[in-house]
């Protein structure tokens, strides 16, 4: 019951949802001898780091592609990039990732002064060209577009909705896909959209029940995926993989798309799509996406700086394409560390401090060999104190794992192909042989002793409904009714509890969840 519980845990952990949530700024004021100007040393870092998200039609509020829109902002600019909220970026470590969006101590201090001198022009004559961009396909034609039949009517307002929409592929054979683009429709109100692959035929019989194009759906999909073409958040671009590696796309698998849309005020209308590339040489390893976890959360009110840890030993030599954090509102930063079989050890991602509204594909500029037996220790904190603006609770309360924004979730996903595959020579790995073999640690005894607060080796009411709480959050659908934890607990505990009254054993436990571990 927990490998299939657990599927769905994994499936749905992709979830980049997000409520808006203002960052932290700092108002250091640097002094600086000679002022910058914008020609020489402002427009080629607005340009290049500002504009990709702050230019017509893209994300940011406003655009930075001229003079004039510099100037204009130029103490919130100044303000931004000083307290380290713009460019949103939360890897603190440098040099590994593709694109990074970090400014030097310098472009900062040159942005600061800048500002400090009134934004001076200086000599537009040699300032570089604003940069342009083409409405279209950044990554060129794709080989197949995926979008939902009709357009999707987004209220205006309202609690955030998760949409999902199937596309059917019906191609003749399976097919390794190259090139992913997904292209959010207006991104007025889609806040991100991830893309699921679904062959159990689920998502298809739920699609359009409701009257409406595709159907809701928080969190997961509402189904066990297959696998993942990735997703888009803000700032990110589209995905192109290695030569010889791709991701597998199924014969006869739906494509779905699940929009998270973010109402603004107004009646909105989207229609999201997905662009993809085929291979078209030989494909040699399969792209997998799998990921460092934990589950054992429960984090008490108050507590600033609750850790949780996870780590494996990996059984497989693989390679890391790149890596997604994942945490909600409470994370503050994670760290992923690989020691090597021969005791040297490499820093995978450490983000902080975290942004639940920011979060990002970190691509290797280099993909990472990771040998056989290497250790990937990742260990995540999380701030559940009334200090913490991020904190959807005030007063605070206790968090448990789960899919709600207001549950915790502690995830390093990692995009990888084992280096012993080699499909071109027919030789192919299966997928428990790699991170998978994590699963080995959520257990119904671990669940036991990580609740069992008090270690008394028994469960009484409040451990017990914390399991139930832990179970029901962490698979829960939106909108179903559950049972209140406590009562539940009590029902187990009355009905179980044998040896002693008021408490559960272990092995009453155990007997308990073999029968109602499915419900
Ligand atoms: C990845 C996309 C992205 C990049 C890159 C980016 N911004 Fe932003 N920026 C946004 C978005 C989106 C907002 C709206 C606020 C939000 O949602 O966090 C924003 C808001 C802002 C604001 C308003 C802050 C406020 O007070 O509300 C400023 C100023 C700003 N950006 C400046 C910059 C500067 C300067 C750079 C480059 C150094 C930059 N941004 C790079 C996406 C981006």
Not at 71 to 83: E, H, L, Q, R, W
Not at 100 to 118: N, P, S
Not at 211 to 217: D, E, L
Not at 288 to 302: A, H, M, Y
Request: include cysteine; proline fraction near 7%; glycine fraction near 8%.
């Amino acid at each position: 019951m927990i490998s299939s519980r657990y599927s769905i845990l994994i499936a749905s952990a992709g979830l980049l949802c997000v409520a808006a949530v203002p960052g932290s700024r700092n108002n250091r004021v640097v002094k600086h001898k000679t002022s910058p100007t914008f020609a020489k040393d402002i427009a080629p870092i607005i340009y290049s780091k500002c504009a990709p998200c702050h230019h017509a039609g893209e994300v940011a509020p406003f655009t930075l592609t001229s003079y004039q829109d510099a100037k204009d902002k130029a103490p919130t600019i100044a303000a931004a990039v000083k307290g380290k909220f713009m460019p949103p970026w939360q890897a603190i470590t440098h040099g590994e990732f593709k694109d990074e969006r970090i400014l030097t101590k310098a472009q900062i201090d040159a942005i600061d002064a800048w500002a400090a001198a009134g934004a001076p022009a200086g000599n537009m004559s040699a300032a570089p060209k604003p940069p342009s961009y083409t409405p279209g396909w950044a990554m060129g034609t794709p080989d197949f577009i995926g979008k939902p039949s009709t357009e999707f009517t987004v209220g205006a307002e309202g609690a955030d909705e998760y949409r999902c929409f199937v596309i059917p592929t019906n191609f003749p054979e399976g097919r390794f896909v190259t090139g992913v683009e997904c292209r959010p429709g207006n991104r007025h109100v889609v806040h991100h959209l991830l893309v699921y692959l679904d062959s159990s035929g689920v998502a298809r019989k739920k699609e359009g029940k409701d009257g409406k194009p595709g159907y809701s759906s928080f969190g997961g999909p509402g189904f066990i995926p297959v696998g993942s073409l990735g997703g888009w958040a803000p700032g990110l671009q589209f995905q192109t993989l290695p030569p010889g590696d791709g991701l597998w796309l199924p014969k006869g698998a739906d494509i779905v798309l699940q929009v998270h849309y973010h109402k603004n005020g107004k009646q909105e209308t989207d229609l999201s799509q997905i662009g993809l590339k085929f291979a078209k040489g030989t494909i040699d390893k399969q792209v997998r996406w799998e990921s460092v976890d934990n589950e054992l959360i429960s984090i008490k009110p108050g507590d600033a700086n609750y850790e949780v840890k996870a780590d494996l030993d990996l059984p497989q030599p693989v390679t890391l394409l790149d890596v997604i954090p994942h945490m909600h509102l409470l994370g503050h930063d994670m760290t992923v560390d690989a020691t090597f079989p021969d005791g040297t050890k490499r820093e995978l991602i450490h983000v902080e401090p975290y942004d639940f509204n920011w979060q990002t594909r970190y691509t290797y500029k280099d993909p990472i060999h990771l040998p056989k037996g290497t250790h990937i220790a990742m260990v995540a904190h999380y701030d559940n104190s009334s200090a913490n603006p991020h904190n959807p609770n005030n007063p605070p309360k206790k968090v448990l794992f789960g899919e709600q924004t207001t549950n915790e979730m502690c995830f390093a996903f990692f995009s990888y192909t084992f280096d012993t595959e080699h499909i071109s020579k027919g030789v192919k790995v299966s997928k428990e042989q790699g991170f998978e073999s994590r699963h080995k640690n959520l257990t119904i005894d671990s669940i036991f002793d990580f609740f069992d607060t008090n270690h008394d080796g028994k469960l009484n009411t409040d451990e017990l409904a914390d399991i139930v709480e832990f179970f029901q959050s962490a698979t829960g659908e939106s909108g179903k009714k559950t049972v209140s934890p406590k009562l539940a607990a009590s029902f187990l505990i009355s009905a179980y509890g044998k040896s002693e009254k008021g408490s559960l054993s272990k092995t009453e436990f155990k007997k308990a969840m073999e029968k109602y571990g499915n419900d």
